[in-house]
């Protein structure tokens, strides 16, 4: 049974759940927070939406298929490992750019690690809230 009050509170819970997520995801490249915070409150706010609107219309409003959100995270944590084999340094060491990215900061792979990760704990969290409502 559809709650009207949940499903109309989630409808501005949403963004602003999505904008916190976003915002941990950022913070967290210099203070407590980070990809695997930020993905799940993104993904607590998807489970919300999913539970007060039925998996159908989350599965429509959901960006892309967990699946592929979870294997392109993995691919862009990886990848961030490798960026350090180019430039002849150990494996995942940091490297950063010589540019400051307002409100970011530097820009370098930790913080393209966290966004892997970040995709990864969204990709797998939406595919087992999912799983769980359809049944």
Do not use: C, Q
Not at 79 to 98: D, I, M, R, Y
Request: aromatic share 12%.
């Amino acid at each position: 049974m559809i709650s009207l009050i949940l499903s109309t509170a989630t409808k501005y819970l949403l963004p602003i759940l999505i904008m916190f997520a976003l915002f941990m995801l950022i913070r967290g490249h210099y203070e407590p927070g980070g990809g695997f915070v930020g993905g799940l409150a993104a993904a607590a706010a998807f489970a919300l939406y999913t539970i007060s609107n039925g998996v159908e219309k989350a599965r429509d409003l959901f960006p892309a298929r967990p699946s592929k959100l979870t294997l392109t995270g993995l691919v862009i944590a990886l990848g961030s490992g490798l960026v350090s084999l180019f430039t002849n340094e150990t494996f995942f060491k940091g490297e950063w750019l010589n540019f400051d990215f307002p409100v970011v900061g530097p820009l370098g792979t930790p913080l393209m690690f966290d966004i892997g990760v970040f995709l990864v704990v969204i990709g797998v969290t939406m595919n087992i809230v999912f799983t769980l409502a359809e049944e």
